[in-house]
DNA sequence: AACCATGCTACAAATAATGTAGCATGGTGT
DNA sequence: ACACCATGCTACATTATTTGTAGCATGGTT
C-alpha cells in the first residue's frame, strides 16, 4: 500500500486533491486510532501497541512510518508522540469524543423505542 | 466485518466506548470517503459509484448498509443521503477540507527545503 | 556474562477489498 | 404486449491488507 501523498494518486481519487490523500490515510486501519491515542502523551512502541489493545506490531510500525513520512507525528527519546500538526489535525477531530457519546445515546433511545 | 456499534466490542476495544466504534467505523476504507461525497447532496448508487470514482459496488453496498444501521445516512426517493446526525459529523470533520489544504503545502516546502 | 526490556521483522493464516459480469426490477417508447 | 434501458445490487474469483505469533538484534543492568 503506497503511502498516500497529497498530489499523487490515492485511493478514491486520481486528481492529487489533499483531502483525497487524507481521507486514504485516515481511513487505513487504525490510523485514527493511533492519533487518537497518541493525543494523551508520547508512547514507546510498546506502550502504543498495548493502548492500541490489538494492533499487530507490524502493522503499528507500517502505520507509524506512514504517519511519519506525513508528518503527522515524530519519534523522539521519549517516543512516539504527534507532530504539531499532528495536534492541529487531532485539535479538529477531537470533537468527535464528544459527539460519539450522544451518537450512541441516540441509537440506544432509538433501539428501545422502535422496539 | 460486523458492524461497530458503541457498546460493543469493536475493532481495537473491548469497553465499548463509543469513540472506539465511531473510529472502527470511519477507519473503514470508504467509509469517510462516502460521508465526505454525499455532502454535496443525495446521490443514487450509480451516482455515488461515479463520485468515488473507483469503490467496487460491492463495497459500496456494505458501507452503506453500516452507515445506514448507525444512522449516518439514510435512503429516501432522492437516493443516499446524510441523516441529521451524519450531517453533524459531517460539519465536525469539515475543516479537514481546508487543514489539508496546508498540510500539503507545507510537505511540499518541506520537501524543497530539506533535498 | 547472564538477564531484561525494547523496537521491530518474518511469515503464514485469516480477513477484507477489487473488478467484472450479470441478474432482477421498474420504467418508456412502439 | 414486447423490446429496450437504466438502476440497484449480488456473485464470485482474484488480489491486497491485517492479524497473530515467534523471535531477532540492540542496549542497558546486575
Known sequence: MTIPLPG???RG???????????DLLGRT???GIIWHLHSGPA????????????S???????LKELKTLQL???QQ???QLSPQGVDLFDIISPLGNWSSQWAQALMDESKSCH
Chains 1, 2 share one sequence.
Open 8 to 10: 499523487g494518486q490515492v
Open 13 to 23: 481519487s486520481k486528481t492529487g486533491k489533499p483531502i483525497m490523500a487524507l481521507l
Open 30 to 32: 487504525w490510523a485514527l
Open 44 to 55: 514507546t512502541f510498546r506502550e502504543l501497541q498495548q493502548r492500541c489493545e490489538k494492533i
Open 57 to 63: 506490531p507490524t502493522l503499528l510500525n507500517t502505520r
Open 73 to 75: 507525528i515524530e519519534s
Open 78 to 80: 521519549a517516543g512516539y
